[in-house]
């Protein structure tokens, strides 16, 4: 393997101002997922979900960011899943997004609440018809003997749908609301020295910013 103590990237793509970022963590990161998109970013709004475990231990996995709120994400995912019996162990989650195309990282906490049926129907029905027989089909983090096992229970649920055309959403399968109690926006800058601007809320509810050291 090539000697990885080499490898440094400086960062030098942009700068963060306090006053330029806006009122809401929930329009920044708005703007930033637009600005991830418009650069082309791979997975523009994939982020690593941080929940803690029953046995102790914190598990990170990466999923992708369906809705921005003024003051929450929501993600959606099979609800028998490890990641959701972690969160129901513990109703509190970090996600962690990055753009290495523009040197930026978000690293958020907060407050876990799972979506409505209502909100869980209309994305279900948004999904690809692939994705919808998908949500059938696996038995998210459960072991699994083969592939091939897999494959035939696709070939059974692809049947069973063959002649209909709206793909109920199973019970299982809906989506979490992450509602912010910190939000850090992260600037790569020169020399190791990046800006870094936190959102948290003050005694009265109103949002505020302020720096932290890099
Ligand atoms: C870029 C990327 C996006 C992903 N998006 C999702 C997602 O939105 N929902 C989901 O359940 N899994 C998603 N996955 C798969 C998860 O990382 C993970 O493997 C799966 O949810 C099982 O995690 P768990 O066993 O910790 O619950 C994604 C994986 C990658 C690499």
């Known amino acids: 393997m090539k000697n990885i103590q080499n490898i440094r990237t400086d960062y030098v793509k942009g700068v963060l101002h306090i006053q330029d970022l806006q009122d809401s963590p929930g329009q920044q990161l708005s703007k930033w997922l637009e600005d991830a998109i418009a650069a082309q970013a791979l997975e523009p709004n994939a982020f690593c979900l941080s929940s803690l475990s029953s046995n102790g231990f914190p598990r990170g996995r990466n999923v ?7 003051e929450a994400i929501v993600f959606f ?3 028998m899943s490890a990641k959701s ?7 509190k989650a970090g996600a962690t997004f990055l753009w290495p195309e523009l040197e930026r990282q978000v690293c958020i906490y907060g407050d876990v609440s799972a979506l409505s049926e209502k909100e869980n129907d209309s ?9 919808q027989l998908g949500a059938w ?12 096992e897999l494959d ?11 002649d209909i055309d709206v793909i109920d959403r199973p019970s299982h399968w809906g989506g979490f609301r992450i509602t912010f109690v910190s939000v850090e926006f992260w ?6 020295l990046h800006d870094r601007i936190v959102y948290t809320k003050g ?7 302020g720096l932290l050291q890099p």
Do not use: H, I
Request: cysteine-free; proline content about 3%.
């Open 64 to 70: 992708l960011v369906k809705g921005v709120e003024e």
């Open 77 to 79: 995912t099979n609800k």
């Open 85 to 91: 019996a972690d969160l129901s162990f513990n109703a």
């Open 123 to 131: 994305y279900f029905a948004t999904r690809p018809r692939g994705s």
């Open 137 to 148: 089909v696996s038995q998210q983090s459960q072991p699994l003997s083969s592939r091939e």
């Open 152 to 162: 035939a229970t696709l070939e059974a649920v692809r049947k069973k749908y063959q």
């Open 187 to 192: 600037q790569g800058r020169a020399s190791r």
């Open 203 to 209: 005694n009265g509810g109103q949002w505020q910013k």
